[in-house]
């Protein structure tokens, strides 16, 4: 049997998938994982599955999930010891010691071949499925640092190999998703001052005291600065022993067009630091995952980077200020963009998505936790929590109500929309729709949700409360309203956003955008769309129903919002794992 973390929790019987419900018998089976063959206590079990308020029933609970994960995995994987259990693991079986032996092999040997088959057992974000349980948020940022570290001895065993050049754009990719950690720029600096670009290799430090002085305060290392201190005197000891004397050659080639006279590098170094430390704005902003990103909706350029919470996914405006969902560690970031300022805020169960209700407040839901938060947008704070006893998806706002798609615990059986009265903060009405409701939209006296399981769109009259549905040849998702048109994503691999007449109920027109779209939004003068496999976001032009404008963001891109100043979308690194 084989149990693996380093990603989300999987176990495999043979080859065959062993199904293990959510919730407490996934959460259980984890934190044993993290501790094999250990016994561990009833008492500590509770503590780490609920924390500091427990159920009154929780000792009969985590009983039952005993049980459930032995029927699963067989009586003897989970031994009752007084006064806890120990979780039976064999050599071999957990994915995380197969990576902790290659890594050890290939570090003792600094074999970059080694260290890369260790990083080849990584299948994304360890513990992804359970990122709700504070137990499994520390593992995972232990484990991340564990990755990271054997990726970076890694890389330094390709420099002691020669590998310089090739390693130059993945430093860079690094660089940008872990700005703060200082070992990936000197092996920058080390690749590009071996490649014969010394004068780049000069500006990366630069980079890194800057970001390291703006984001903590703090200068670089002793030994990046040493490592500067040794290219500015051009240290012969940094050119590798093992360089050929042909691509010795072709550095010296590449240096001779960098400097013309041996004597002029100290003049080009100086040159380079004062550009650095005088050039307020040299490049474009640097994104790195988990940010919120503006672009300029006048030039499509990026033109600023926030960092917020893990696994960004959904983004409101609420007056002056921009509202982010981080579903990787159930915070919500609240900007002001006035001065950019940054504050993360936790509180809400699993926030999914968000949408603003015009008093400057966003309403959050929370998947399986079924019900809806408002966060007041004074106070920062949560404030009303609204139960529905439903799976709660995708918000909209719209003739003075909340409405939230509530897709069914039975993916085959019909949907429902609830409708909240947002004076009031009660649930006025839920409506039943197609299978599986994705998005909600509110126009044309009519609130349109797209059913994702039957190709159909629901129309609910705000009139009478009627609903009627209608076919739409596709899979659909996000939908939104704009332009005098309903406009919804198609599904699967379609590729295409749906331009809808609300008279006719037809197409008036299907746009190919090169990708499967996430999010969508209608600003002021064009629809938007994230594509998440691409890092893109593009731009369609309502006159001419075409794609005018892709915007290469990076990363995954998933939530968008647009006004007149800024076009804002989250960026991740990976995708988020919808629970229904």
């Given amino acids: 049997m084989e149990f693996r973390i380093l990603g989300p929790l999987e176990v495999v019987d043979d080859g065959h998938p062993v199904v293990l419900q959510r919730g407490n018998q996934q959460a259980l089976l984890a934190f044993l994982l993290l501790h094999p063959n250990e016994l561990v206590s009833a008492d500590r079990l509770i503590d780490a599955l609920w924390g500091e308020r427990p159920p009154p029933t929780a000792a009969k609970i985590l009983q039952n999930a005993v049980s459930q994960l032995r029927r699963a995995l067989g009586e003897d994987r989970l031994v009752t010891q007084p006064p806890g259990y120990r979780f039976r693991l064999e050599h071999d079986e957990l994915d995380l010691h197969r990576f902790e032996q290659l890594a050890q092999e290939g570090r003792a040997a600094s074999d970059a071949n080694v260290l890369r088959d260790a990083l080849a057992i990584w299948r994304g974000a360890p513990?992804?499925?359970?990122?709700?349980?504070?137990?499994?948020?520390?593992?995972?940022?232990?484990?991340?640092?564990?990755?990271?570290?054997?990726?970076?001895?890694?890389?330094?065993?390709?420099?002691?190999?020669?590998?310089?050049t090739v390693l130059v754009p993945e430093l860079e990719q690094l660089i940008a998703g872990e700005p703060l950690r200082e070992r990936p720029y000197g092996q920058l600096m080390l690749a590009l001052y071996r490649d014969g670009r010394q004068a780049e290799a000069l500006e990366t430090y630069q980079r890194a005291r800057k970001m390291l002085s703006e984001e903590v305060g703090l200068q670089p290392g002793r030994q990046l600065q040493e490592l500067e201190r040794r290219m500015l005197n051009q240290d012969p000891e940094l050119t590798p022993?093992?360089?050929?004397?042909?691509?010795?050659?072709?550095?010296?080639?590449?240096?001779?067009?960098?400097?013309?006279?041996?004597?002029?590098?100290?003049?080009?170094?100086?040159?380079?630091?004062?550009?650095?430390?005088?050039?307020?704005?040299?490049?474009?902003?640097?994104?790195?995952?988990?940010?919120?990103?503006?672009?300029?909706?006048?030039?499509?350029?990026?033109?600023?980077?926030?960092?917020?919470?893990?696994?960004?996914?959904?983004?409101?405006?609420?007056?002056?200020?921009?509202?982010?969902?981080?579903?990787?560690?159930?915070?919500?970031?609240?900007?002001?963009?006035?001065?950019?300022?940054?504050?993360?805020?936790?509180?809400?169960?699993?926030?999914?998505?968000?949408?603003?209700?015009?008093?400057?407040?966003?309403?959050?839901?929370?998947?399986?936790?079924?019900?809806?938060?408002?966060?007041n947008g004074k106070t920062l704070r949560p404030d009303v929590t609204v139960p529905l006893q439903h799976n709660t998806f995708l918000p909209a706002v719209g003739a003075g109500s909340l409405w939230v798609t509530e897709p069914p615990h039975n993916l085959g059986a019909s949907g429902t929309v609830a409708r909240i009265n947002l004076k009031t903060t009660k649930l006025e009405r839920r409506f039943t729709v197609g299978?599986?409701?994705?998005?909600?939209?509110?126009?044309?006296?009519?609130?349109?949700?797209?059913?994702?399981?039957?190709?159909?769109?629901?129309?609910?009259?705000?009139?009478?409360?009627?609903?009627?549905?209608?076919?739409?040849?596709?899979?659909?998702?996000?939908?939104?309203?704009?332009?005098?048109?309903?406009?919804?994503?198609?599904?699967?691999?379609?590729?295409?956003?749906?331009?809808?007449?609300?008279?006719?109920?037809?197409?008036?027109?299907?746009?190919?955008?090169?990708?499967?779209?996430?999010?969508?939004?209608?600003?002021?003068?064009?629809?938007?769309?994230?594509?998440?496999?691409?890092?893109?976001?593009?731009?369609?032009?309502?006159?001419?129903?075409?794609?005018?404008?892709?915007?290469?963001?990076?990363?995954?891109?998933?939530?968008?919002?647009?006004?007149?100043?800024?076009?804002?979308?989250?960026?991740?690194?990976?995708?988020?794992?919808?629970?229904?």
């Fill in 127 to 164: 513990l992804a499925n359970l990122r709700d349980e504070p137990f499994a948020q520390e593992a995972a940022r232990r484990l991340e640092e564990a990755r990271l570290a054997v990726l970076e001895d890694r890389i330094d065993a390709d420099l002691t190999a020669g590998r310089d």
């Fill in 241 to 375: 022993a093992h360089a050929s004397t042909s691509a010795r050659s072709t550095r010296q080639s590449r240096r001779r067009r960098f400097l013309v006279a041996g004597s002029a590098l100290a003049a080009i170094a100086a040159l380079a630091l004062g550009l650095a430390l005088t050039n307020d704005d040299p490049k474009p902003p640097v994104v790195v995952p988990n940010s919120l990103v503006k672009i300029d909706p006048r030039t499509n350029k990026v033109v600023d980077v926030i960092r917020v919470g893990r696994l960004p996914i959904a983004v409101a405006l609420a007056g002056d200020s921009v509202w982010v969902v981080n579903n990787g560690d159930s915070t919500i970031t609240h900007i002001d963009t006035g001065s950019d300022h940054a504050q993360t805020i936790a509180g809400v169960n699993n926030p999914l998505a968000m949408v603003a209700d015009g008093d400057g407040n966003v309403w959050v839901t929370t998947a399986t936790y079924e019900e809806v938060t408002r966060i």
């Fill in 435 to 580: 299978p599986f409701p994705v998005g909600v939209a509110v126009a044309d006296g009519a609130a349109w949700v797209a059913n994702g399981a039957n190709a159909t769109v629901s129309r609910i009259n705000l009139g009478d409360d009627s609903v009627e549905q209608f076919r739409v040849g596709r899979t659909p998702g996000g939908i939104v309203a704009g332009f005098g048109s309903i406009w919804l994503i198609a599904g699967g691999n379609y590729n295409t956003i749906w331009r809808l007449n609300p008279q006719t109920r037809e197409a008036d027109a299907i746009i190919k955008v090169g990708g499967e779209p996430f999010a969508l939004h209608a600003g002021p003068d064009a629809v938007w769309a994230t594509l998440p496999e691409q890092g893109t976001v593009v731009r369609i032009d309502p006159r001419t129903n075409q794609v005018v404008k892709r915007i290469r963001v990076g990363y995954n891109v998933h939530g968008i919002v647009v006004d007149r100043d800024g076009v804002w979308v989250t960026v991740a690194r990976g995708s988020p794992d919808f629970p229904f």
